[in-house]
């Protein structure tokens, strides 16, 4: 403490002392001084104590730094948790980078149990998967990882925070979040030259009860400058005054509106229309109308074309109360063998299909109903998987119509596995069903082929779902990622695709 009071002595000089007559002014200008003084102990004390506690704020020491890497391509992966076992949560982000700085864990040696939904390490004597390691600050580990599925996750497409592990290391610091923090199932639609998103209920920072008619944004069709991760997707959102994203398809009626079927078709003239599908949703889930809507160059809004149904219309009559075959899920175009050019709607397998014209669209009495295949035999032909949701495309490099669906019932969750089929038909017959993405007990529904990310001939197949503690066995949420939509890269040139 002596040592203290001399070196603050030192650092702070006393005031000048004053010439006779001036007395007061001298008195006040050492009771400054030594107030000064005093401060500056406090502060120094204070600095000394939060050191003791936390030395990494006091210094502006990094934290620790973890590096998840795929063992065998040398990629990043996101969405790997590791867990304390007094239960703090840590996961990577898009750079699969994990920045931990909890006071209680630096320079101690601690247990971190690891989740990879599809990623992971060899288990212990005891069963357990994890690793040990003693966070200090400004320290690095890299934890390799193994796939286990041919599903390679490249990343979160959407959300808050998608580098925010790395940028609390000084890391993508340019990267700027786009004011959403969540949102679900996506629909697309090449448009004039661009492609045309849309997303469901979309969650902000400012209240828990967020956007419900759907919101918009554009990118080039092919918006990837590469296909490996880390991942970074910029959208040109359809914003409000203030600049965040809004809705575009609010219908009349309560309860929010869903949009799906998301199509550009020509019109007689040959202009493209933007066009979609349209239900009222009332809680839980129950749909009470659904129609056909527009898009509208001028006020960039879906305006109502049509009504399709209504629930109180059909509740008063013998037949069904559920909406009639309409052109909603994710469209597709095929030309017939006669050259002829239909669009397919279905989710996954068609189910209704009218000709590619806005016209034949907008004309109930011109579609055609399908009948989709309920099931996909696995490849090695010992079980049938039951589709839930999900799209298919032509694949050139296959030559084959390729299907990515969720399986309905799942092992490892209800609606978390997900299945690649192929067929020479887009009505089918599907077949060669194989396993490429799981999530044990967490649910990717709604997965959305993007064949336009990629050229034409290419092996590598791109696909996005919303990945979600929704319709799961008590899933404690995913910090950032619940409610998400994450891209999955398959490569079809792998073993696991080839003729046995």
């Known amino acids: 403490m002596v040592f203290l009071n001399r070196y603050l002595l030192n650092f702070v000089p006393p005031p000048t002392t004053a010439t006779s007559g001036h007395g007061f002014r001298e008195g006040v200008l050492i009771r400054r001084w030594r107030l000064k003084r005093m401060n500056f102990f406090v502060l120094l004390l204070t600095a000394a104590l939060l050191w003791a506690v936390h030395p990494t704020s006091v210094l502006g020491g990094e934290p620790f730094r973890i590096n998840v890497i795929d063992s065998g391509s040398g990629w990043p992966v996101p969405l790997v948790e590791l867990k304390t076992v ?71 497409l959407t959300g808050g925070g998608l580098f925010a592990e790395s940028q609390r290391l000084g890391l993508y610091s340019e990267w700027r979040d786009q004011g959403i923090l969540g949102c679900d199932s996506v629909q697309t639609a090449v448009h004039r030259g661009k492609l045309y998103w849309a997303w469901g209920d979309t969650q902000v920072a400012r209240y828990p009860l967020g956007l419900f008619h759907m919101i918009s944004g554009t990118t080039a069709i092919q918006p990837l400058q590469s296909f490996e991760p880390p991942l970074q997707l910029r959208y ?38 933007l066009v979609g599908t349209y239900v009222k949703v009332q809680p839980p889930l129950t749909v009470y109308e659904t129609g056909l809507c527009i898009w509208d160059d001028q006020s960039q809004r879906f305006q109502k074309d049509q009504v399709l149904w209504t629930k109180s219309e059909q509740s008063s009559q013998s037949f069904s109360s559920t909406p009639p075959p309409c052109p909603d899920g994710h469209p597709l175009f095929w030309d017939d063998e006669s050259g002829k050019r239909w669009v397919l709607f279905g989710d996954p397998f068609p189910r209704l299909r009218c000709e590619a014209t806005f016209e034949a669209w907008r004309n109930p009495s011109s579609w055609k109903t399908l009948e989709p295949q309920s099931s996909v035999p696995t490849v ?34 209800e609606l978390g596995e997900i299945w690649y089929a192929e067929s020479d038909l887009p009505t089918g017959r599907w077949q060669r069903a194989v396993h490429v993405v799981t999530h044990r007990n967490y649910t990717f529904y709604n997965p959305r082929l993007h064949p336009e990310f990629t050229p034409s001939a290419s092996p590598i197949l791109l696909f996005e779902g919303t990945y979600t503690k929704e319709f799961a066995n008590h899933a404690e949420a995913t910090p950032r990622f619940d409610y998400n939509q994450v891209l999955y890269r398959l490569d079809l040139d792998g073993a696991e695709f080839q003729p046995k």
């Open 380 to 413: 090695a032909g010992n079980e049938e998987i039951v589709p839930h949701r999900g799209s298919i495309a032509w694949n050139a490099y296959r030559k084959k119509w390729v299907a990515i669906f969720t399986q309905l019932h799942g092992k490892s969750s």
């Open 86 to 156: 007094h239960h703090i949560r840590f996961v990577s982000d898009n750079a699969g980078v994990i920045a931990i700085d909890l006071p209680e864990l630096i320079g101690v040696e601690t247990w971190f149990s690891v989740e990879g939904h599809g990623y992971e390490i060899p288990v212990d004597g005891f069963g357990f998967r994890g690793l040990r390691a003693t966070p200090v600050s400004g320290g690095e580990l890299t934890l390799r990882v193994d796939r286990t599925l041919p599903g390679k996750r490249l990343g979160r």
């Open 236 to 273: 040109d959102y359809f914003v409000d005054q203030g600049g965040q994203p809004r809705v575009v398809a609010q219908m009349p009626g309560d309860g929010p509106t869903w949009l799906s079927g998301y199509v550009s078709l020509p019109d007689e003239t040959g202009k493209q229309r």
